[in-house]
């Protein structure tokens, strides 16, 4: 009999931090003191703390094993596994305490958190059926199909105030009642898992580590709106994601959970997967349902909208992944229980992938109203390197920077929206004091520019010209009257752009300009990058009474730039430099001034 | 699977698997003494049969974990019982044909075996 397992993160943060040698290493170690009948390797999903990579929790004790090395396997064997001896050099530091250690839901990053949607992530495998319904899954669908009339699950819904999760916060049941108050012989219920926002990850997490979750959700869905057929558009820059999508369908089917008839309900649902080619427009939902169809994925004006006609015409449910993981435990739950959570008008939880300038980099779910701070400072353990925080950019090119004087500010829907961000589908990247807001700003529209599909001008062409603005700041040639041209443009795009693409796509300009002016009056009137970043607006220096002549920057500079004798204080050549910073990483007098 | 009944059987089947991975209160602790003297004593079969005893007997609201030398080497193999809110009971010189009794007395009604306990040897 297994008595103890060894849970094994295998999504993508941890594939990409090499826990496939881990997992050999540690099957072929347990093979050598024969323990394979008592100890079970379970490949899990995210368990959140991708920056501590590969990482192996061992239970019954509960054991987190971060950063592990294969050479470390040997030793996790036949100390923890076979004696029973914690290997207490490889715990994660948090974990370790004076005289015991620590629960590790009690760490700082855990602590704070509350996991529904990714409730199983990093708890079953995901690849097995059997553990999901272990852990009460397809209970909340048998329950809608036996005692729930449609009406009564879309009702439910609507008590519980779940919004939608990527990004514009719509109400689900609501959304979910339109769909089924449309008259139509055949409607879908669709999946968005096009996640496109630069640094977000919360959707790969969940179909990596709980697909079913999503599977058992759609068929609810289906039930409450009356359709049977649903399709789950995923990007195929996924790949973990789409098997285990692809496994658990298969599963999912030869338990007849999916198929005709479940449950003897008479109620039948099919799923099948559309894989997307990575564009960034198809997130949107019509653009999302035009590719499905097979067509170029273009947006379409709205109204009508999806619920009266979407997928080839036909009503329509889209809700994205995240949303689809909390609807199977509302339902189990009641919506007392979700209702508990969150603020006045966002309910529940939001996951958010930490990223940029902090300490414990990875996914994180905590209820709506919590604070930047929190999540910055408890949870993500500050800004490393001592740095100071200076901004946090949340919902990716359609969403804003916030600066440190709204650090405390409880997060949800409308709070962001109200100091010039959004929620979006929930990245949160974390810039310290040498960010620069311009360049910031830059990068957004350099990707929006990419990204746009080019059917409406406002966005085709406007994204484009407010991206030369940009460029033509930070490169040094802003002029005062540039503020005013953003300020039109932006607006202009935003008032005229067919989808939401456009319509957000100034978002991270209008905040950036509004919260960090003075780095926009530097770069135009001084000439000058506050936070040393912009290239054309950098010069290098050598001060005179640091130099020592030591000749080391002069024999690395790539462009012979920096002239100078031993013992005699070096001179760079303004002609000649490429800014490459080499000198500055060489010397070690700190003698040379980039401003 | 045509009814919930049969979704209930998977679920209970699994709920072993739950019980490992919970940090659950209500779950009682069996620690072995696995140290070089436990071993040499002869832990390893008791540890054994201790995880098939608990799968014969249909027990799931146990965990074996093992820990290593508590000092008393004479008395090795050593298990303690561990049903939370009570005071840890200690099994001394423990074999394999002691485990039956121990779980189906201890872990399932709540009532020690007493002539197999630390106490009773020391007496």
């Known amino acids: 009999m297994i008595r103890s397992h060894i849970m094994l993160c295998s999504g993508t943060g941890c594939v990409a931090s090499g826990c496939h040698a881990i997992s050999d290493a540690i099957e072929a170690e347990i093979k050598a003191v024969g323990l394979e009948s008592e100890v079970k390797i379970v490949h899990t999903g995210c368990f959140g703390l991708c920056a501590l990579g590969p990482i192996m929790i061992i239970y019954p004790e509960g054991s987190f094993y971060a950063q592990v090395k294969p050479e470390d396997c040997k030793e996790i064997v036949d100390e923890h596994l076979l004696k029973g001896r914690i290997v207490k050099r490889l715990l994660y530091h948090e974990t370790v305490g004076d005289d015991k250690l620590t629960n590790l839901s009690d760490t700082g990053f855990y602590k704070k958190q509350k996991r529904i949607a990714l409730r199983l992530c990093g708890v079953i495998d995901p690849e097995h059926i059997d553990e999901y319904i272990g852990f009460n899954g397809y209970e909340a669908l048998g329950k809608v199909l036996t005692e729930m009339k449609p009406e009564e699950v879309i009702d439910l819904l609507k008590k519980s105030g779940l919004r939608g999760r990527g990004g514009a916060g719509f109400p689900t049941g609501l959304k979910w009642e339109f769909a089924a108050k449309a008259k139509g012989e055949q409607k879908y219920v669709c999946c968005n898992a096009d996640e496109g926002d630069p640094g977000a990850f919360m959707d790969r997490s969940i179909l990596e580590g709980d697909p079913h979750a999503i599977i058992e959700a759609m068929t609810i869905a289906a039930y409450a709106i009356g359709a049977d057929k649903g399709y789950v558009y995923v990007r195929a820059e996924y790949p973990i994601a789409v098997t285990r999508l692809e496994i658990a369908i298969k599963q999912a089917k030869e338990y007849g959970l999916l198929g005709e008839n479940i449950f003897e309900s008479g109620f039948g649902f099919d799923l099948e997967i559309r894989l997307g080619a990575g564009a960034f427009v198809c997130g949107e939902e019509t653009a999302l349902m035009t590719s499905i169809e097979g067509n170029r994925g273009e947006p379409r004006p709205r109204p009508p909208f999806p619920a009266v006609k979407g997928l080839f015409n036909c009503p329509t449910v889209l809700n994205n992944v995240e949303t689809y993981a909390n609807i199977p435990q509302i339902i189990l739950n009641g919506t007392d229980w979700f209702t508990s959570m969150g603020t006045e008008t966002s309910k529940g939880t939001k996951v958010f992938a930490l990223g940029g300038n902090v300490t414990n980099v990875g996914l994180v779910e905590v209820p709506m109203g919590t604070t930047l701070r929190e999540i910055v400072e408890e949870i993500g353990g500050g800004v490393p390197g001592g740095k100071k925080f200076k901004a946090a950019q949340t919902g990716g090119p359609s969403g804003g920077c916030i600066p440190a004087e709204h650090f405390d500010v409880p997060i949800d829907f409308e709070q962001l929206t109200a100091i010039g961000s959004m929620m979006g589908s929930g990245g949160l990247i974390v810039m310290d004091e040498d ?161 | 699977m045509k009814s919930l009944a049969e979704l209930a059987a998977i679920r209970d089947k699994m709920k072993q698997n739950a019980t490992i991975r919970e940090d659950g209160e209500s779950t009682i602790r069996i620690v072995v003494g696995m140290a070089t003297c436990g071993i040499a004593a002869g832990a390893r079969p008791v540890l054994n049969a201790i995880t098939a005893e608990l799968a014969a007997q249909n027990v799931t609201n146990a965990t074996v974990a093992q820990t290593g030398c508590i000092g008393r080497c004479t008395l090795e193999p050593i298990v303690d019982v561990i049903v939370p809110g009570e005071d840890i009971v200690t099994y001394v010189h423990v074999t394999p044909d002691k485990i039956s009794k121990i779980i189906s007395s201890h872990v399932k009604e709540g009532i020690p075996v007493v002539e197999y306990t630390v106490g009773a040897y020391e007496n």
């Not at chain 1, 005062?480 to 795009?493: A, E, G, N, R, Y």
């Not at chain 1, 009137?525 to 009474?545: F, H, M, Q, S």
Request: proline fraction near 4%; include cysteine.
């Open chain 1, 435 to 595: 960010s620069c807001m311009v360049d910031i700003a830059k990068y957004f529209l350099g990707f929006t520019v990419e990204e746009s599909c080019g059917k409406c001008t406002p966005c085709r062409i406007g994204t484009k010209r407010l991206y030369e603005l940009l460029d033509k700041i930070t490169s040094g040639n802003g002029e005062m009257s540039d503020f005013d041209m953003l300020d039109t443009l932006c607006h202009h795009i935003i008032s005229s752009s067919l989808c939401a693409l456009g319509q957000t796509a100034p978002n991270p300009v209008l905040s950036t300009l509004n919260y960090f002016k003075d780095e926009y009056l530097a770069h135009i009137v001084e000439k000058r990058c506050p936070a040393g970043v912009c290239k054309d607006l950098l010069r290098y220096t050598i001060i005179e009474e640091k130099c020592i002549g030591c000749t080391v920057c002069l024999k690395n500079c790539p462009t012979n730039a920096i002239t100078g004798a031993v013992k005699v204080p070096h001179v760079i050549n303004q002609e000649k430099c490429i800014k490459c910073d080499v000198c500055v990483e060489k010397c070690k007098f700190n003698a040379i001034l980039k401003q």
